[in-house]
């Protein structure tokens, strides 16, 4: 507050020069057409609502930035945002530092239906009738059929590849290749259970 009653005072007596951008409105200062805004938490709550609001928020520094100074100016702006971004918890969790394993590959793409398939579970539901409650999904990448097979809560290999067997296989034959995001160790006990039924 006493920093903007300075520059009121500065604007009053210095009409040109560093200040001539700078207006007073109705109790309010203004530079051009931004609200100037003095030290205290005021500033600290306009971040916050420009870094965390909006439909997906955590920006980074850059776009936290570019929201405020459309409408707002006060010394120092962009020193704030990072000092603001770099104790965001969220965007700390989010946006980790780890190194990249390489670049992403795209999957080759399937030229006849049910040779290449992705599989995966939707957990969490409700238990049916029949106590099951998972969804064992699988989906040919040629033609986006699925099957959706309700099974028990099991991340065993073994029950999957029977199910795998009992309602697909015997449906449309093996596939070629099987995309999940399962890990190493149970797609390839999965194949090697495949095989053995």
């Known amino acids: 507050m006493l920093m903007t009653m300075i520059l009121v005072k500065s604007i009053n007596i210095v009409k040109k020069g560093a200040f001539k951008d700078f207006f007073k409105h109705d109790a309010f200062l203004f530079k051009g057409t931004k609200l100037c805004v003095p030290k205290g938490s005021m500033r600290e709550l306009f ?3 420009a870094h965390e609001g909006g439909l997906m928020g955590h920006f980074g520094v850059q776009k936290t930035l570019d ?3 459309d409408h707002f100016f006060w010394p120092h702006m962009k020193h704030d945002m990072h000092s603001f971004c770099n104790k965001c918890i969220t965007c700390k969790r ?3 530092k780890s ?5 992403f590959m795209p999957l080759p793409v399937p030229n006849s239906p049910w040779i290449d398939i992705s599989m995966d579970f939707v957990l969490g539901l409700p238990r049916s009738k029949g106590e099951k409650d998972y969804v064992f999904i699988i989906i040919d990448r040629f033609s986006k059929m699925a099957h959706f097979i309700p099974c028990h809560k099991s991340g065993d290999a073994n029950h999957v590849a029977n199910l795998f067997f ?3 296989v015997r ?8 995309v999940s995001d399962k890990d190493v160790k149970f797609v390839s006990y999965f194949w090697k259970v495949l095989w053995v039924s």
Do not use: N, Y
């Open 47 to 49: 971040v916050k609502e």
């Open 67 to 69: 929201i405020l100074h």
């Open 94 to 96: 989010a946006k980790s």
């Open 99 to 103: 190194m990249h394993h390489g670049m």
């Open 166 to 168: 009992k309602e697909v």
């Open 171 to 178: 449906l449309h034959g093996f596939p070629r290749s099987i």
